[in-house]
């Protein structure tokens, strides 16, 4: 043993002296999947392998169906995509800070760490068309070519499927599991098909945002469980249209589509206080205490799902030689103890909600709550906490393409440069407007006019100086300008790549240290 101690020692030595002193290592990889290659300075090329450090001017390739995971000092994230080669330019997270790195080919997801939250102007990123600053963000940066069109191709679900599709998962954060009799019980991501007779059971702090191929969208808060139980709708066919939904528990929020405007008795979200049947609508629904229904064992499908995952994770660790890791998520929390029943709010349109010849009518803008089967219901005029800050987005303030479902073709991408702000804001600068390095001086911020996008008003900038990019937008970059885009590119929405949130890191691998404890790299001088 201490014979292979001692020859690990020399190997490290000579690795030593071949890197220099001066290539502090900056980042470590924290995740692969696939293949990549890295090229160091004055070393030959080599397969990229999980825990391995990074120096600057390090160039990364990933390969194809690959992508990989890296963490930097300042704990800055980047999950580089398949076909992507990333360099690592500069890296300086002490005075005077500058971090900058390239990216030539494919495309990159990021959160900034603590230089984007001390001193933003400092990040940069150089694409092949644009320079990008970041200010604190998460974002995501995609160099198009042909393969963006391909991906929207590959979006639209599979014809072989005897199951009927029903929606696509949109939007998702957090723990979400569907189960049904189509497919067996499976984890939900982005561009996730629900069949009919799936139920869709959300984790605490989570949320998925459904959209189906009427246009009707249903984003479910956390706690929730929710059962498409039957979806039909053929554009030509309105005699057939059928939506057939139940919420067995939680909350979801709702924005019907062409179903309940060409036939609306065929749409209905049953609840076990009573059906609630929209006419139209935006609302709410809340089911807590007396109106949630055990049946379901979709809850209890997650809980398993999510055990099954752990004991995967833990199993890497061991096999990497880590007893404990810190990054294990704890267990499901049960739903908070609510006892309201259920909480209707109208936020556009009218809500039915009850059977019979008279059913409740909730009128926009107000809110009924059913306390319990068979009693009157009450309006309430104050607001209800867990209404007002769940995490769910508001159904009408999302967009998806409807080319998702085969009704449209797919949409038809220029070669370039596309973002997507989720978090804070980005500055770009086109390159041929930029003589050396982006300006910050008085940047332009896009908006567009009456604060709504149509199809037919992208904006564009075009005065040589920086356009802020700003959360929730995205824009398309050239070489001359930057125009903001109406949506959400469907091939960045419904990217399946994993962000690099610290969740989706199956493995706690530290820094390796040097002799005076610090995290600088394992060839740092004493």
């Known amino acids: 043993m201490n014979a292979l101690r001692w020859a690990a020692g020399i190997a490290v030595m000579i690795g030593c002296l071949a890197m220099g002193a001066a290539h502090a290592q900056v980042a470590r990889v924290l ?36 992508f990989v995971m890296l963490e930097f000092r300042d704990e800055t994230r980047v999950t580089l995509r398949p076909n992507t080669v990333f360099r690592v330019e500069a890296f300086a997270d002490q005075a005077p800070e500058k971090i900058s790195f390239g990216l030539a080919k494919g495309g990159l997801r990021a959160i900034s760490g603590l230089v984007g939250k001390r001193k933003p102007e400092s990040i940069q990123i150089n694409a092949t068309t644009a320079y990008i600053g970041v200010r604190g963000t998460e974002f995501d940066a995609r160099l198009c070519q042909q393969d963006c069109e391909a991906e929207d191709r590959a979006a639209v679900p599979p014809t072989r499927s005897r199951a009927i599709v029903a929606a696509r998962v949109v939007e998702i954060e957090g723990i979400a599991v569907a189960s049904g009799s189509a497919l067996p019980s499976r984890m939900l991501s982005p561009g996730a098909v629900i069949y009919e007779r799936d139920s869709i059971a959300t984790a605490p702090d989570a949320f998925v945002v459904l959209a189906f191929p009427d246009g009707s969208i249903a984003s479910m808060s956390s706690d929730s469980v929710l059962a498409v139980q039957q979806f039909r709708f ?8 059928l939506a057939q939904l139940r919420l067995y528990e939680g909350g979801v ?25 929209p006419r139209g609508a935006v609302f709410d629904a809340f089911c807590t205490g007396a109106c949630v229904d055990p049946k379901s064992n979709a809850r209890a499908e997650m809980q398993r799902m999510k055990d099954q995952a752990d004991r995967y994770v833990a199993q890497a ?18 739903a908070p103890v609510t006892n309201d029943g259920l909480v209707v709010v109208s936020v556009q349109g009218t809500v039915l909600v009850g059977e019979g010849a008279e059913p409740t009518k909730v009128p926009q803008g107000s809110t009924m709550v059913f306390s319990e089967r068979g009693t009157p219901p009450r309006a309430a005029t104050q607001s209800f906490a867990y209404i007002a800050q769940s995490k769910a987005p508001r159904p009408d303030s999302v967009t998806f393409d409807p080319a998702l479902f085969g009704q449209q073709r797919t949409q038809s991408y220029d070669p370039g440069l596309y973002v997507w702000v989720r978090e804070g804001s980005i500055v770009l600068q086109p390159i041929a407007q930029a003589t050396e390095e982006p300006r910050a001086a008085q940047p332009i911020r896009l908006a567009a006019a009456g604060g709504t996008i149509t199809d037919g008003a992208a904006l564009t900038g075009t005065g040589g100086g920086p356009i802020i990019v700003t959360a929730g937008q995205s824009a398309f970059i050239t070489p001359r300008q930057v125009t903001l885009l109406p949506n959400v590119p469907t091939f960045m929405r419904l990217d399946t790549t994993p962000p690099p949130t610290r969740s989706n890191v199956p493995v706690n691998l530290p820094f390796f240290k040097a002799r005076d404890g610090s995290t600088v790299g394992l060839c740092s001088p004493p």
């Open 317 to 334: 660790n061991l096999d990497a030689g880590i007893t404990k890791a810190s990054n294990m998520t704890p267990p499901l929390a049960p």
């Open 31 to 66: 995740r692969i999947d696939g293949a990549a290659m890295v090229d160091h300075v004055g070393q030959q090329r080599r397969f990229l392998g999980v825990g391995e450090q990074l120096q600057e001017q390090a160039v990364i390739t990933v390969a194809k169906e690959s």
């Open 234 to 241: 053929e554009e030509t066919k309105p005699d057939l249209y």
């Open 253 to 277: 929020r709702v924005m019907t589509g062409a179903i309940t405007r060409r036939k609306p008795e065929a749409y209905r979200l049953a609840t076990s206080m009573g059906p609630i049947d």
